[in-house]
């Protein structure tokens, strides 16, 4: 697949690049990643991450089959695990397919296989962590040309896939509406049991997490503002997040 070999070759260059640097650097204080402790959203599956270090083999199965072209390879400058697989939400979430075909092309168990459908996968938690720029809670409309991100992403993907054509025509039917669009392209079977519009104290709406959420990603992707507003924190759980009582 071209852009596995892309990223592959990215991958070599890069931690070619990031040995002669830190060899002429002497020394690793040249990237904030280094220190090798950041929480990174891994696919779905993962097993607790000191195991996942261990188990995975940098084989780049699962971001092979992932038909969103969500999981990228770790190079140099994001610090420890160079060569596994993240997700960066905020370029590309995880859509949660059925079956999770990333899972099932794991060969190590690195991404464990009792994962066996989207309601089973739990990257982290979806948090509004930037309340005062929802365009909901403002009741403010989704501006025209918001989804340039999403756009560009899909014209540099060399085998785009129908479903991610599908993605961007239905992101795309949302311009000028007002904004529900993290709740409406959560994509678990059950969204309504992760996600919510709901009125809040100003007039406005906000959207309110729940148990349900598997912290796919696919939220903060679609997010119009420029930061998104909803972010994922990685491998927090609803409990550890809200029922210390944190939501908004
Ligand atoms: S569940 Fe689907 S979209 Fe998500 S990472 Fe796996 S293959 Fe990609
Ligand atoms: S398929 Fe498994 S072992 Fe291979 S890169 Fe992905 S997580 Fe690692
Ligand atoms: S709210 Fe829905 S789209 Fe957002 S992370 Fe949770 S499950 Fe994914």
């Known amino acids: ?13 890069y931690s070619t690049l990031g040995v002669l640097g830190l060899v002429m650097a002497g020394g690793v204080g040249i990237s904030p990643y280094l220190a ?4 990174r959203l891994r696919p779905p599956g993962a097993v607790e991450e000191k195991e996942f270090l261990g188990l995975c083999i940098k084989c780049g199965q699962c971001l092979q089959v992932c038909p969103y072209h969500s999981i990228e390879l770790a190079d140099w400058g994001k610090g420890h695990g160079i060569g596994t697989p ?9 859509y949660a397919c059925d079956a999770v075909p990333c899972v099932l092309a794991c060969p ?7 994962c066996e459908k989207a309601e089973d996968i739990a990257i982290g938690i979806a948090v509004l962590e930037f309340p005062d ?22 014209d540099t993907v060399q085998n785009v896939t129908q479903l991610e054509l599908d993605l961007l025509a239905k992101l795309d039917s949302f311009a000028g509406k007002q904004c529900t669009l993290c709740a409406d392209m959560c994509p678990i079977p ?5 996600i919510a519009m709901v009125p809040d104290a100003q007039g406005g709406k906000r959207p309110e997490i729940y148990d349900g959420c598997i912290g796919c990603g696919a939220c903060e992707d679609v997010c119009p503002t420029t930061q998104a507003s909803i972010i994922i924190k990685p491998r927090a759980t609803y409990a550890l997040e809200y029922e210390k009582g944190k939501q908004s």
């Open 1 to 13: 697949m071209a852009k596995v070999q892309t990223d592959r070759r990215k991958f070599i260059q």
């Open 36 to 39: 090798g402790d950041e929480l």
């Open 86 to 94: 993240y997700i960066d939400a905020s370029i590309r979430g995880c």
């Open 108 to 114: 190590t168990g690195a991404l464990d296989h009792s």
């Open 133 to 154: 720029t929802c365009l909901a809670m403002s009741n403010t409309a989704i501006p025209k040309g918001f989804n340039t991100k999403m756009h560009r992403f899909t």
């Open 190 to 194: 059950n969204p309504l049991s992760a």
